[in-house]
Structure formats: structure tokens, C-alpha cells
């Protein structure tokens, strides 16, 4: 039986985004040591506070100060902390409705193990040793004793207030490929492209599905495609991608390889980024010991004719 092939993937994207008025005041809060949420027309208190009321979605701003202790409402133990989480050591991710809020606020509490967490249990804030206008200048909540508190309007004024935000995303996973795309990463460590052919509308689809996305049914007809092809469309990037050694602007296209009805993404090289052009034949370069194409380069073949690929657009 052939080995099973695998690989760890990463996908990671740092999001980054604007803030308005009620956001702004309550991360701007936060790096002030003070906790904000907003008054909905039924006169409760939401925590985090949001734009507009979920009830009415009228817009909302009145904003409230409410206190750094509260009750945890249900919790859940994590043994084993993953990277990036608030907590390196065993913690409880907990659900806290601070003292004048009617919402309750997710985050973590320290605590010596799952036995010292209880649902009713009163908590406060752990600040952040630096504070920069995020969730995380809560460091976590920890364990106690008090007595509710009150909370009282706040007019949300601080200097220099908190704007924007960069929320990274992240997705560890190992990726264990089916016998469809199996076939087709050994095609490409033999440096050739192979496809598979739908049995009732005889296309050949690559990337291989292992099935027909038109017809839904099984492929198993192998077809090596290419390596040549054709630019069906392409888009000019002006952004430099995080550890992507490539000199800005370039070139992604989607490339219709001779033999196959599905265009393949990949990046176009060795031509000046504005004289790529729909229809522009190119044919793959490898780099050393890579298992795909490191890019496509024109292949000096007059373009391509609209008709032969217009249904691939």
C-alpha cells in the first residue's frame, strides 16, 4: 500500500481594520485601565460594547463606565494552552459580566487548577504591565472577593485615542490530500501536470477534484495537461507579501494548461508585469528541488486566440 501523503500548513493573516466611535473609546479605555460599555434603548449595558442595538439595530452611543470586577457566568478548563494564548500555563476561559454590565465579557482566568472555578465566583481584571489599546490589556481575570458594584456614565474622552486595529488570524493543520490530488503532487514532483477527465462530460479538470464539479460524478481517467498554456485573466499585485521574496509589482494569472478545461493559479515571471496580457502563451520554470513551478514565463508563441479560451475566463 503506498504511503499516505501529508504535510503541516499554515494559513495566517494579520487583519486590519478601523475602528469607530464606540470601539474606539472602549480599546482606548482599556489602555487607560478603565472598562466602557454602551447603553441600548431598554437601558441595558453591553459589554463589549457594539455599534448597534441588537434589539432595535438602532445606532448606539452612550457610552458607560462599568467596573474591573464581576461574576463568571460558565467557564471551560484548558489544560494545555496553545501558542499565542493569553495564558502559557493551565487556565479557565471564562465568561465574566462585569459589575453594571448585562452582557458578560470572554476572556481567561488564572486560576490553580479546574477545582478553584465555580459558576457564581467573583473576579477582576489583571492589567497588562503595557497596555496599547487591545483585548489583551486585560491580561486575564483572577480570583476575587467583592461585593457588586455600580457603574456611571462616561463621556468616552481620552488623548490620543485608539483607531485602528491588527487582529492576527491563524490555522495550523495537517493536510492529508485524497487520491485525486495524491496523483496529481506526485505528477509535480516528476515535474509534470496530471488531470483527470470527467467520464460523462469529458473534461479534464486540474487541479483533480476526484470528482466532476459539473456533473457530480466520480473521475478516475488520469490526463497529463500541458506544460504549456494559456493567460486566461491575471491581476497586477502592488503589495509585498510577508516572507515572499518577490520584488513588487507582479503578476498572478490564471493559466488554461494545453489539454485542461480549468485554469490553475500561479505567477507570471520574466516578463515586465505590464506587458502581461490575456491570450499570452508561457510554460513553467522549477526551481531546484521544488515540488511545483516556481512560476510561468512566455513561451515567445504568438498569443493565443480569445476563442480558445474565452470559455475558461
Not at 486590519?16 to 441600548?40: D, I, K, Y
Not at 457566568?73 to 459580566?97: E, G, I, K, M, S
Not at 509535480?188 to 470527467?198: H, I, K, P, S
Request: proline letters at 10%.
Amino acid at each position: 500500500m503506498p504511503d499516505v501523503l501529508s504535510a503541516p500548513l499554515v494559513v495566517e493573516f494579520p487583519f486590519t481594520r478601523s475602528l469607530g466611535p464606540v470601539q474606539s473609546a472602549f480599546l482606548t479605555g482599556l489602555r487607560e485601565r478603565t472598562v466602557l460599555g454602551v447603553r441600548t434603548a431598554d437601558g441595558k449595558v453591553l459589554v463589549p460594547p457594539v455599534e448597534y442595538d441588537p434589539v432595535t439595530a438602532e445606532e448606539i452611543h452612550d457610552l458607560v463606565e462599568v467596573a474591573a470586577t464581576g461574576t463568571v457566568t460558565t467557564w471551560a478548563w484548558n489544560p494545555q494552552p496553545r501558542r499565542d494564548q493569553p495564558l502559557d500555563t493551565p487556565f479557565a476561559w471564562v465568561l465574566v459580566r462585569l459589575d453594571g454590565a448585562d452582557t458578560a465579557l470572554l476572556h481567561v482566568l488564572d486560576a490553580p487548577g479546574p477545582e478553584a472555578v465555580r459558576t457564581g465566583m467573583r473576579v477582576r481584571v489583571r492589567w497588562a504591565d503595557t497596555r496599547t489599546g487591545a483585548v489583551t490589556d486585560i491580561a486575564c481575570f483572577e480570583p476575587h472577593d467583592s461585593e457588586p458594584g455600580t457603574s456611571a456614565p462616561h463621556d468616552g474622552e481620552f488623548a490620543d485615542p485608539v483607531t485602528g486595529i491588527v487582529t492576527p488570524a491563524r490555522l495550523d493543520y495537517t493536510y492529508t490530500p485524497g487520491r485525486a490530488q495524491s496523483a496529481y503532487l506526485e505528477g509535480l514532483a516528476g515535474r509534470r501536470t496530471v488531470g483527470e477527465r470527467c467520464p460523462s462530460c469529458h473534461k479534464v479538470y486540474v487541479p483533480p477534484r476526484g470528482a466532476c464539479p459539473t456533473c457530480g460524478v466520480a473521475t478516475t481517467e488520469r490526463v497529463e495537461v500541458g506544460p504549456r498554456g494559456t493567460v486566461t485573466t491575471y491581476c497586477v499585485v502592488n503589495i509585498k507579501a510577508k516572507n515572499l521574496d518577490i520584488e513588487v509589482p507582479y503578476v498572478y494569472a490564471h493559466i488554461a494548461l494545453d489539454g485542461a478545461d480549468l485554469a490553475l493559479h500561479a505567477r507570471i515571471g520574466g516578463i515586465p508585469y505590464d506587458q502581461v496580457r490575456m491570450g499570452l502563451r508561457v510554460e513553467p520554470v522549477w526551481a531546484e528541488g521544488s515540488r511545483h513551478p516556481d512560476h510561468y514565463r512566455p513561451t515567445g508563441e504568438p498569443d493565443a486566440d480569445y476563442d480558445a479560451y474565452k470559455e475558461l475566463l
